[in-house]
Structure formats: structure tokens, C-alpha cells
């Protein structure tokens, strides 16, 4: 008999909504008030999340964020900057010390990335685990997060097909990542500083031969719904657990929307700020 776990589909929100929420189920759970948990979400607007220790300043262009109405946050996992917009967005929440969760984090990407195979499996798409032939130096490290792939994320003939960021808290493991359908690639190499016109449009000519989303590869455009049912599917026998709906009480989102206002919605005038 399989594993019960929850599942939460939160819908669209914004930003700071999306990573407060977040945030919340790792603490809820580390109090032992709701079961391991795999969230669903989308963006109410394209917005652009960078990692805990990821520097912003003469990186990030907060000028074409505003021109492209793109939101800015912070997340409490690492990695670099992701643009979040036409995607299905996944987290999940489980205890360090449970069965299935391995002590090496490499390890662990492992384990849970299963669900996300069998997800792909489900749209008619063979992706496999990408597996990195050296250590990236910090000299080859990107701002970007789909620029570079890192151990046991999805790659489909050899190119990037999605992003994950994980932490440990609390004695609490917490994995997210983006499901691209689509990428705007004018608008996420907008938002990015560069030294000429000419290295931006390098980069980006060079992000076309690594990364690939689910719509140029089947050939159609995919929904929202589309994806979490296909994710819902993939998590469950890639995982071997069995998956239950709940929603959050209202006394639970006026938890999230505290967050959120508190540590989230501060905005670019404190992102070098870290708690």
C-alpha cells in the first residue's frame, strides 16, 4: 500500500504570495501540521525569482523588469535567476529523516526528479537525467538559471527542459522548480546587464542550443491543467505515494499573506537583504 502525501494546487499569485506559500508549507510541516506535500502553482505575472546568495546589483536591469511588468523576488533556495511565466511550477515539502529522502542533496535531487520523468513520460516526451561532466568553477557559473544544467535535472537531447532549487530547514527538505511550456527569451535577456547589445545577443543565440521547452517539442501549445495532471500522475509512480487533495484554511493564507507582506514584498530597494 502505497505512501499518502498531499497535494496542494494553489492556482496563479504573485511573487511574494508564491514564495511565502512556500516557505509556509515547510514550516507547517516541520510542526507536523500538514503530511510531506507536492504544491502546483502558477504566476499571476511573469516574474523573476533569483537564488538566496545570487548578487543583483550590475546584474539585474530593474528598469526593463518594470518595462516588462515583471516581478522581482528572492527565494529561499539557491541557484540563479529563473523567469517564471508560461510554466507549471512545482514544490515539495518532506521530512530530512523520511524514508524515501537520501542525506546527499545530489542524492535527493535524484529520488524526487523521478516524478518528474514520469511526468514527462505522461506528455509523449523521453527527457533523461542530466548529468554534469565537471564541476562548474565559479568562473563558469551563470546568472541564468537554464544556461546550465546541474546533476539529475531534465534535459532532452542533451538540452535543459527544466530548473529545480532545493534547502533543508528546520529539519524539513524543500524542492522547487519550473515546468516551462514556453520561454520569452527577448524578455529574460532584457532583464540581464550586459557589457553591448552584441554579448547579449551572443548569450541568447547560445541559450537556444541548450535549453527546450515542452511546446517546441511536441509541437503544440500545452495548458496549465494540461501539465499538473501529467505531474500529478508522474510524482505518483515515480514516487511510489499516492496523492490527496487539500486547500488551505483561511487562517493559513492570512499566515502566507503576513510572509509575504513581512519578507516578500520588500521589493528592489532591499534585495541584497538576507535573513
Not at 42 to 48: E, I
Not at 153 to 179: C, P, Y
Amino acid at each position: 500500500m502505497s505512501e499518502t502525501w498531499g497535494i496542494l494546487d494553489s492556482g496563479f499569485n504573485d511573487a511574494a504570495i508564491n514564495m511565502a506559500l512556500d516557505e509556509m508549507l515547510l514550516h507547517w510541516h516541520s510542526q507536523g501540521k500538514i503530511p510531506p506535500t507536492i504544491r502546483f502553482y502558477g504566476w499571476s505575472s511573469p516574474s523573476l525569482t533569483v537564488g538566496r546568495f545570487q548578487p543583483v546589483d550590475g546584474v539585474i536591469d530593474f528598469n526593463a523588469l518594470e518595462h516588462h511588468r515583471c516581478q522581482f523576488v528572492r527565494r529561499m533556495t539557491g541557484g540563479s535567476a529563473v523567469l517564471h511565466d508560461d510554466e507549471l511550477t512545482y514544490s515539495i515539502v518532506v521530512s530530512e529523516d523520511h524514508p524515501k529522502i537520501p542525506e546527499s542533496i545530489v542524492e535527493a535531487y535524484y529520488v524526487l526528479s523521478h516524478g518528474l520523468l514520469e511526468g514527462y513520460k505522461q506528455l509523449g516526451i523521453q527527457a533523461d537525467y542530466a548529468i554534469p561532466h565537471e564541476k562548474q568553477s565559479k568562473k563558469n557559473q551563470t546568472a541564468v538559471c537554464f544556461e546550465k544544467t546541474a546533476y539529475y535535472e531534465m534535459i532532452v537531447d542533451g538540452k535543459k527542459i527544466s530548473g529545480n532549487a532545493q534547502t533543508r530547514k528546520k529539519g524539513v527538505l524543500l524542492q522547487h522548480g519550473s515546468i516551462p511550456m514556453s520561454i520569452d527569451e527577448d524578455m529574460l535577456f532584457d532583464v540581464f546587464i550586459y557589457s553591448s547589445k552584441e554579448k547579449r545577443q551572443q548569450k541568447q543565440n547560445a541559450f537556444k542550443e541548450k535549453v527546450i521547452t515542452i511546446n517546441q517539442i511536441t509541437n503544440r501549445k500545452h495548458s496549465y491543467e494540461e501539465l499538473k495532471q501529467a505531474f500529478i500522475s508522474g510524482f505518483q509512480s515515480g514516487l511510489g505515494i499516492t496523492l490527496k487533495p487539500f486547500k488551505l484554511t483561511e487562517e493559513q493564507w492570512e499566515e502566507v499573506r503576513q510572509l509575504a507582506s513581512s519578507k516578500y514584498e520588500q521589493g528592489i530597494h532591499s534585495v541584497q537583504s538576507i535573513d
